[in-house]
């Protein structure tokens, strides 16, 4: 998905057009290397004269085809084996996830996971990052990261139903960082809204280590018949390869090897050209045209153009299936003049698909290319020769069995170490002598106040799935009468940074958690791991450890992780920072419809509110922390042994249609819980036993596994809550918020908690 | 009685109309892609919202230029419903069977959101089923929502109560502050002087069921059908 994430750095940025000086003009073994050296450089590209692969990797290739590579060729390695496209340097980590389960139909290593749904519909998910392009050119980047993992989705056979997009940004005080944020935003709209799939729920994270890095995560899902679905593997040689969407031109050249790299200060200018374009209308005639000829089963397998084009797409499919290919590249429709076999190859142009086609319906599926006025030609074939082979201008310009250009490069683990020094520990600030003010000041951090101004710009509504909107805690979408599926995205970058381990675990409580106060029953996980540079110990200790708290907790609660990305190098030159480590993760679970589901607000005077889960004193990684300049601060609050009791007693409750009210705690602990359910009615409220600890613990502890209840009927919830914590704290009603400690008491009116709440909309908005 | 719902490339609510006319409404419809051009047989007409050629050009502009707007038109000619939602408006709009146009947002982003609205008339085929002066609730989500139209183009919109709905506060009082567009007038929706084509910028499909927050929209169908039902 022309992503950016990965990684990897042994690759010099825009080397794809560098020439191996040992190659010139080399005739290998029957091969005749066409020159395309001459028009490369006649566009003014750099070519440094480096070599253009890593001698190591060099040394392999030379090995394995006993020759010099051609230039095609070294392109096609360089994409293939970046680390965007292979996990290099990730992939022995990512396999202490459990991805497997009961439900889940296809795991990771297609196009997007299938997990098995009800009344015979599956769902297919998937999750991807575009940071890299979203920094160099904000509107495309995030703009053609919606449209990456949409077409990952519809490859599936599947029709994209919904979005999620959690986001990182430096903080709004910087004209840049305005800037990133509002493009980055306009983007995500301008694409999502264009092709129809509503973005349901979100993520925005305001730190200065995102300064100069923003995180692009979308997380896409889709829903089809279970005999639907279509995968990337290739099935029969002798079909044909057909290739529809855009034509191709030269945008995004060497995407998959730029992403692999960190931002220098003259990245932006210089990379611009590497970030492809986005056209959402032909992503939606690609959507169509791509599912109505896999309704009339024209396509045998599919794969989306994304990473290293159709080079990518075609070898990977081929490569599934055990086959060969023959790619014709004279074929491919283009729209500019002049290319050559490398740049037709390897071009990230957006909103292209592969298919693979039955000789005999061929004509019937370029018919369909027509009716909704696309590119499409047949570009290639199947072979039972597992080679992958290149013409162009009838001359071969490149062979390499596809085995060793999809599967062999060598992956590593890197070093690790514990960074003692890596975060200087802050001392914890004193309890504020103005509570009051404190209160206003953690909810009117743009980290927890209202995301308004973000979401209003999201068409949430289309497809006519949406039950809980944009704002609450999770998106919850109608799929059947009785069944619906809840989304929510996310993670504790904060928290992370302090503890990586408890990090990963919080950021899938947190995530079960908003599930659970919709009733929803987690079904499976995918994540956007996002960190810095992994050559550096400490950061590789910090992504090794957060990656581990993330299986285990997902484990615990017996959740599958189905599918993800990971992106590293998000180190800014120009402001001297690297992200906060970011274990992204978007989840998926599934809703009885049948009951009305809870809602995220106060409701009902008279109503009684139920805390549930304990409040503890460790607020390492809080908001409230930040927000006194108390960053890195104390002890992250782990994740408590009976969490998957919790969940259990949560998820039964919502679904007894007896709670009125339901919200996870999370940033900003029992006061921006309180606050935020306050939108249309005040609460009484009473904290003295909830535990023995400060004042300021008591309000912004951020111990996870906790949630607010509201129900007309507490002896019926309380019965259901009765093997798991839980205390009755107030009431609903009156027209403001009052809460009482032993020590302490705060009033707020609810137009200072929707001043303070609104605190992000009307900075944006003036 | 069977329906027509245009597609055209980049068309994103037809599907959802569909679903409104067939499964909620319970009354025959078809969708039809731009290229068939003969709307021989139909009943009447939805153009439903989208971002049809991207927007590109102008919200609506190049739609409307398609033949399959010259067999609308004719539709039309026989007295038959014509109902533009969202893009359908803008492009009844920039086909001129409809007065007005749609400018870009007074604060100029996407915008979307519940909104509550004021029946204006109910000598519609689209509105026969409400009652003057409710109101009603349903969504929008668009960035050219803003009716404009000439001072003389509104004095008649007025007079001949081609006004449907205002954008209203909760107690139905005309205010900027319900006015999420800039909209002249808080105009939400028009109808033609023969009253049989009908604009509208909020979506009635999104809110024809109440498990997705109201139902009130329905009623425009259902509305559309028993004046087809009566009349053809």
């Known amino acids: 998905m022309g992503d950016q994430k990965y990684l990897s750095n042994p690759y010099p940025f825009m080397s794809a057009y560098t020439v191996n000086a040992n190659n010139e003009n080399p005739e290998f073994k029957g091969i005749n290397y066409r020159k395309t050296k001459a028009s490369v450089s006649k566009k003014g590209l750099s070519i440094r004269g480096k070599a253009m692969l890593p001698e190591e990797d060099l040394k392999i290739i030379k090995k394995e085809l006993g020759r010099e590579p051609t230039l095609v060729e070294q392109g096609c390695f360089l994409n293939l084996w970046s680390e965007h496209c292979s996990y290099r340097s990730s992939a022995p980590l990512l396999k202490t996830f459990t991805t497997t389960g009961e439900n889940v139909i296809i795991g990771p290593g297609d196009d997007a996971a299938i997990i098995r749904f009800d009344d015979g519909y599956v769902l297919a998910i998937g999750m991807e990052s575009h940071n890299h392009p979203s920094y160099v050119d904000p509107y495309n980047g995030s703009a053609t990261g919606v449209g990456g993992i949409v077409r990952d989705i519809i490859s599936m056979g599947a029709r994209p139903i919904a979005l999620m997009d959690p986001l990182y940004f430096g903080p709004l005080d910087t004209p840049k960082n305005l800037f990133l944020f509002e493009q980055i935003i306009k983007g995500i709209a301008g694409y999502g809204n264009c092709i129809g799939v509503p973005v349901v729920n979100g993520e925005a994270f305001f730190d200065k280590k995102y300064s100069g890095n923003p995180l692009v995560n979308v997380v896409a899902v889709g829903l089809c018949k279970e005999e639907e679905i279509i995968t990337a593997r290739s099935q029969k040689a002798g079909n044909k390869l057909v290739l529809a969407g855009s034509g191709t031109g030269r945008d995004g050249l060497g995407g998959a090897s730029f992403a692999s790299r960190d931002l220098s200060e003259s990245a932006e200018a210089e990379d611009r050209p590497s970030v492809q374009v986005g056209d959402p209308y032909t992503e939606k005639l690609v959507i169509e045209m791509t599912l109505e000829a896999m309704e009339k089963g024209y396509v045998k397998s599919c794969k989306d153009l994304g990473a290293a084009g159709l080079g990518g797409a075609s070898s990977e499919l081929a490569a599934k299936g055990g086959l060969g290919a023959r790619i014709i590249t004279d074929a491919v429709p283009q729209r500019e003049p002049s290319m050559n076999a490398y740049e037709i190859l390897l071009a990230e142009s957006q909103e292209r698909m592969l298919f693979e086609v039955a000789p005999e319906d061929v004509d019937a599926i370029l018919a369909l290319v027509t009716k909704y006025d696309l590119n499409g030609a047949v570009v290639g074939y199947l072979t039972e020769e597992p080679n992958y082979t290149v013409e162009f201008k009838g001359e071969i310009v490149a062979d390499i069995p596809i085995a060793l250009l999809t599967g062999g490069a060598p992956t590593c683990e890197k070093p690790s170490v514990i960074p003692i020094s890596q975060v200087e520990k802050s001392k914890a600030p004193e309890t504020p002598k103005d509570l009051k003010a404190a209160f206003l000041k953690v909810l009117s951090s743009y980290n927890i106040a209202s995301k308004e101004w973000i979401y209003r710009q999201y068409d949430h509504e289309v497809q006519l799935r949406t039950i809980a909107k944009p704002g609450e805690d999770s998106g919850v979408l109608r799929i059947t009468d009785k069944k619906g599926i809840a989304l929510s995205c996310g993670c504790q970058p904060r928290a992370t940074l302090l503890d990586p381990y408890n990090g990963g675990r919080t950021a899938i409580i947190e995530n079960a958690m908003n599930l659970a106060v919709k009733g929803a029953e987690a079904l499976a996980i995918v994540n956007c791991l996002n960190f810095g540079n992994p050559d550096r110990p400490e950061i590789y200790w910090q992504f090794k450890n957060a990656v581990l708290g993330l299986g285990d907790g997902a484990r615990e609660l017996s959740i599958p992780v189905v599918g993800g990305n990971v992106s590293l190098y998000n180190e800014s030159d120009e402001f001297r920072t690297s992200i906060l480590p970011t274990p992204s993760i978007g989840m998926i679970g599934k809703v009885d419809l049948e009951t009305p589901l809870p809602s995220g607000f106060f409701a009902e005077s008279g109503d009684t509110i139920i805390l549930v889960g304990e409040t503890t004193a460790d607020m390492g990684g809080s908001e409230y922390y930040a927000s006194f300049g108390a960053q890195n601060a104390g002890k992250v609050p782990p994740v408590p042994e009976n969490a998957p009791e919790i969940l259990k007693a949560l998820i039964e409750a919502s679904r007894s249609g007896k709670l009125r009210s339901a919200h996870d705690l999370s940033l900003g602990g029992i006061a921006a819980g309180l606050a935020r359910m306050c939108r249309n009615t005040g609460a009484e409220i009473d904290l003295t036993e909830v535990a023995e600890i400060t004042a300021d613990e008591l309000l912004f502890s951020e111990a996870p596994a906790r949630a607010l209840l509201a129900t007309a009927e507490p002896d019926a919830v309380l019965e259901i809550l009765k093997d798991v914590p839980h205390l009755i704290i107030g009431k609903v009603g009156g027209s403001s918020l009052e809460i009482r400690g032993k020590d302490f008491g705060i009033s707020l009116s609810l137009k200072e908690i929707s001043d303070a709440y609104g605190s992000l909309t009307r900075f944006m908005m003036g | ?232």
Not at chain 2, 44 to 70: C, E, Q
Not at chain 2, 164 to 191: C, H, M, Q, W
């Open chain 2, 1 to 232: 009685m069977k329906i027509a719902i245009l597609q055209f490339g980049g068309t994103n609510c037809d599907l959802d109309v569909l679903h409104i006319l067939k499964d909620v409404v319970g009354i025959d419809a078809e969708t039809v892609w731009y290229k068939q051009e003969n709307l021989t047989g139909f009943d009447g007409v939805v153009v439903p919202g989208g971002f049809s050629y991207g927007d590109y050009l102008r919200a609506g502009a190049i739609a409307a230029r398609t033949p399959i707007m010259n067999s609308v038109k004719k539709l039309a000619a026989e007295g038959k419903p014509v109902l533009g939602i969202c893009n359908g408006f803008q492009i009844l709009t920039e086909a001129r069977v409809l007065e007005g146009a749609l400018t870009t947002n007074e604060y100029p982003k996407f915008r979307c959101h519940w909104t509550n609205l004021r029946v204006e008339t109910v000598d519609t085929p689209f509105t026969s089923k409400f009652r003057k002066g409710e109101i009603i609730r349903m969504p929008i989500a668009h960035m050219e929502g803003q009716f404009y139209a000439e001072e003389k183009t509104l004095a008649e919109l007025d007079e001949n109560e081609q006004v449907v709905f205002r954008y209203v506060d909760e107690n139905g009082k005309v205010t900027d502050a319900a006015n999420p567009n800039g909209s002249l007038e808080n105009i939400a929706g028009i109808v033609n002087p023969s009253r049989n084509i009908f604009g509208l910028m909020p979506h009635p499909e999104r809110a024809s069921e109440s498990i997705l927050g109201s139902d009130h929209g329905l009623r425009v169908f259902e509305s559309m059908a028993d004046y087809i039902t009566e009349n053809f």
